[in-house]
């Protein structure tokens, strides 16, 4: 019998209007009467922060500070007011949750769902009021050093899996705050660059994540970038904040800026930006929009109503969250609820979700019933992540190592035999030939091999600040892999890394391979999981993995750093896998792709198409039937293909995409609905989106390079 599962992924941006609300509602009087009440100076006071992370209190009006916190993992651990020191406290130890790439990767917005609501209870024990979270920038070359932290190089999958993350850790009170908007999509210069990207680039693959936020998930806060963009930096950039963001998007929260990302007080003032954080000279009370602005107001240079809007913002976002009038939060007691064993469960089931089986050659899930010896080798093994990678830095209450994972799971049954492999505290070229000769032996004395290579925090890997050099494994990894693999042909692969890396120098030697992002406090329990079976792997890749640098869209049409201060988006819309279907380029693994222990069949698509313009509605219906020997997860994939656009296209997109749970031999009927912005483009000269009539391809896939079911339609 085939059960039936209703999954509406809307490709478009419906949903309530977050400007809905009316002016003369009570929220908005409390904040005119406030505002009203409010000196020029105390108004001035509240439009930038007052320490690293929060802003002023005005205890005559019952106005109370806010406090910020980084980060997409976690709550950063306590941070001195006024450096970047920890705040050395002892009782701040939180859940540390897999990082947004990982999320992304289990293509569940349930899961968002899961995770926003763990997040959003660990912010309000911390007396948390805005979380620096989530990062919706793209990845758009594989070097950036912050893609681990950002989801996907897709902007559909960005958004389907931001919006319930918002909507949950909202509900519980706090405000997240989307980052960073727009177009920071390298470390390599990031306060000076200036990006120039079409109108269409900035509309299809830049924005779409950063406006489903707004518009549906009713984001509070907004955090303008260090970039430029069109020759203005992002935190004083009209076009970005006032045209779109409050105009076209009518975003009534509060957009802040990046730490230190403010140069002008004139043009911070009057370019949208509400809220500017971090001082001047990186202490004291010195800001542009501190007391340069106040003189300004006084000379007569600036209208006062300019601070006026920025204050009702602050107001507004204080009402929502209901703290107008509260005191100082009590964290006394929070110990006990940070980092608790049913946070720690919504980690794990987000990093087992997210795992992604790349290859295997009848290796996994392991065989126990042969295995006696397991060598267990690479850094990665036993390096804890959680204390690195920038302004993500999370003081775990604890986190599993792989290794420790594969203790707990297997034991006394199996012999674990565990060598380093490689060294990290050289610099990334320094092969450590000494490590490889043991670790060469400890393979070759097992019956198996599970080897923990990636990344990892350290600079110029997955780190803030600054970009990866090249997309090599670092550390020597290749000459250990192709040794190990020598040594024991028994081999499975575990890369943890946030971002993709060459592996052509071994792939087609090794039998097993997975591909994971950082997966938190229980990634070793999640790999285990994983290896042995008990978790059939479900996650796919949110970016392709090229074979190398050099066929990456941002390489081959460039520009990537820049050239003097700038770097032109050569590459416009041919983004990720955009570019690699639309220029026929093998990638190493596709966009979406991602393998299962058992196999899945797809059949009978039909399509129905209602309703015209607004209330478009495309649904698709089709069967998928799980044909292996173990239950198991299938995420199916929709693209759409317009095949008579005026203006070039990119070969397809996703627009929609489902998860389906099946038991051995199950069918469910798959339903996906899109709407009309699934087949719109942003067309520059109308600066609207456009539905071309004409005929459409609808491709449903397991991956983007794998089509399994395909249909015309005429709109
Ligand atoms: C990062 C932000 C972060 C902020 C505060 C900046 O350097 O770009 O993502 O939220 O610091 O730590």
Redesign the pocket.
Known sequence: MKSKIILILLAGLSGILFNSCKTQEPMDQKVEKLLSQLTLEEKVSLIHGNT??TTPAIPRLGIPALH?S??PCGI?EE?APDSWNSANWKNDSTAYFPALTSLAATWNPELATEFGNAYGEEAVVRGKDIM??P?LNIHRTPLNG?NW?YMSEDPFLTARMAVPYIKAAQAKGISV?A??YAL?NQEQD?GTINVEASERALREIYLPAFEASVKEGEVLSV?G??NKFRGKFACQNPYLLQDILKGEWGFRGLVMS????VHNTMEAATSGLDLE??PIDGKGNNYYMGQPLLDSIKAGKLDAKVVDDKVRRILYVMVKLNIIGKSEPDTTGMAAHLGTPEHAKTALKIAEESVILLKNSQVLPLNLKTIKTLAVIGDNATRKHAHGG???IIKAKYEITPLQGLQQKLGNSVKINFAQGYDISKDLKTVNQALITEAVKTAASADAVILFGGLNHEPGLDD??TDKPDMKLPYGQNELIKAVIKANPNTVVVMLAGSPVEMGDWLSDVKGLLYNSYLGMETGTALAEVLTGDVNPSGKLTYTLPVKLEDSPSYVLGEYPGKNGTVNYNDDLLVGYRYFDTKNVKPMFAFGFGLSYTVFSYDNLKIETSGKAESLTITLTFDIKNTGNVKGKEIAEVYVRDLESSLPRPFKELKGFAKVDLKVGESKSVKIKLNQRAFQYYNPEKKQWVLEHGKFEILVGSSSDNTRLKQQIEL
């Open positions: 690293y992370f910020l980084d980060g950063r941070n620096l979270a990062g912050r932290e705050c980052k960073h920071n990031r955090m970038a260090y990046d730490w230190g990302a954080m971090f920038g302004s993500t803030e600040g």
